[in-house]
Nanobody
Framework: QVQLVESGGGLVQAGGSLRLSCAAS????????MAWFRQAPRKEREFVAY????????SYAESLKGRFTISRDRVKNTASLQMNSLKPEDTAVYYC????????????????????WGQGPQVTVSS
């Protein structure tokens, strides 16, 4: 497992942008694929975005394509989620996750694929 510490959450008006960062503390961070999930009040945790350990491949929830961008910096041991054109329905707790396991198909959209999680900063988008 790897320890993940997130930052960058907060309050933003609709149409605005936020950037979440996830710092990992592990010597082998470069072997971990990363993802972001979110959980809104009274809803289940849902997949947001995924990036392979090399950073060469990404995947997004269909409804978020074009607005959210996941990236990583293997030198700094960080992963980021750039969120643009935010909407009130994007309000949620956002979690950074890491997995050393290779996914079977699109298994990475399932939270159970990941064994390391950040604390989850709150993102609130006001209308």
């Amino acid at each position: 497992q790897v320890q993940l510490v997130e930052s960058g959450g907060g309050l933003v008006q609709a149409g605005g942008s936020l950037r979440l960062s996830c710092a990992a503390s592990a010597r082998t961070f470069s072997g971990y694929a990363m993802a972001w999930f979110r959980q809104a009040p009274r809803k289940e945790r849902e997949f947001v975005a995924y990036i392979t350990w090399s950073g060469g491949s990404t995947s997004y929830a269909e409804s978020l394509k074009g607005r959210f961008t996941i990236s990583r910096d293997r030198v700094k041991n960080t992963a980021s989620l750039q969120m643009n054109s935010l909407k009130p329905e994007d309000t949620a707790v956002y979690y950074c996750a890491a997995s050393f396991k290779a996914p079977y198909g699109r298994e990475f959209v399932l939270s159970g694929h990941f064994d390391s999680w950040g604390q989850g900063p709150q993102v609130t988008v006001s209308s």
